[in-house]
């Protein structure tokens, strides 16, 4: 049996219950207005976080919501800056290691199970701030002193809109601390995958350090029966490679690379291109029955 076809079958079989419960979960629906319960959920994520995920933090949860509350009540809901969240972030300093940085877009149920499958990788949603804020909605009311609970607006109504604003302020942190070699994840099956309108090329590409950084290593990832429309070599992905070789960064860059396309397998096991996946699973469970 091949090197290729352990190596499948073995990840498959790790790591297929974390993929089953990712892909089977409910996604969240979007509220009209601010998250219902929205700080037991805030505080209770930080105490969560600092208490399971990472003990080594020692933050008041309780001053980080403060802050956070301070920031979006008595405020219009198109009113609240990046600045006005910067008390906030100071409550909450991290750092993360190096070489571990996984960027993505436009890919993010993928990005999830792959970062789920080979925890070396660390996205923003594993930091504190993501972890906490992932999924939520909020916007405070002017003429009040709490969150509106009935109506939020769009991202799109406005620039200074209080979740883009936080999520903007985040991703600038995570791209500027950055650091060894990080990882970008984008989808080829469609047009555009790298855009300078997502919150990766507007926001964390510019704040990318190429003295920080060693390798920018682009990873494009097509679904499994196409559309095969943007690649390392063609679309958008010529237009990023430009920009970080512009900028002095060092780079790397693959197609569909192997465990990507295991990992969408366990999902589609039928189609054609998982055959040789599947079958190495079949001969694996095989063995060990007999």
Avoid at 217 to 225: E, G, R, Y
Avoid at 239 to 250: A, K, N, P, V, Y
Avoid at 256 to 270: F, G, R, S, V, Y
């Amino acid at each position: 049996m091949s090197s290729f076809t352990i190596s499948a079958a073995v990840l498959m079989i790790s790591s297929s219950w974390v993929i089953m419960f990712l892909l089977c979960s409910v996604p969240l629906k979007a509220q009209l207005g601010t998250t219902p319960n929205i700080k037991h959920i805030v505080v209770g994520r930080c105490f969560n976080y600092i208490t399971l995920v990472n003990p080594t933090l020692r933050l008041d949860c309780e001053e980080i919501w403060r802050q956070f509350e301070e920031a979006v009540v008595r405020q219009s809901s198109c009113n609240v800056t990046v600045e006005d969240y910067n008390h906030m972030f100071y409550a909450m300093a991290q750092t993360w290691p190096c070489d571990r940085f996984l960027f993505w877009s436009k890919t993010r149920t993928l990005m999830h199970i792959y970062a789920a499958v080979v925890p070396h990788y660390w996205t923003l949603e594993d930091t504190l701030v993501g972890y906490m804020f992932n999924d939520l909605i909020w916007c405070g009311q002017e003429e009040d002193s709490g969150f509106d609970f009935s109506s939020c607006p769009e991202w799109s109504a406005c620039r200074n809109h209080p979740v883009y604003s936080l999520w903007r302020q985040a991703s600038q942190n995570f791209a500027e601390m950055a650091c060894g070699n990080i990882t970008v994840l984008l989808n080829g099956s469609i047009v555009n995958a790298f855009s300078r309108k997502s919150m990766f090329g507007s926001v964390e590409l510019d704040s990318l350090n190429a003295c920080r950084v060693d390798y920018v290593n682009i990873k494009v990832v097509t679904n499994l029966d196409g559309p095969f429309i943007e690649s390392c070599s063609e679309g958008s992905i010529v237009d990023l490679i430009q920009i970080l070789q512009s900028r002095g960064f060092r780079w790397t860059c693959t197609d569909n690379e192997e465990t990507l396309m295991i990992l969408q397998c366990i999902k589609n096991p039928k189609q054609a291109s998982c055959q040789t996946c599947a079958n190495s699973l079949s001969r694996i469970k095989s063995l060990t029955l007999t």
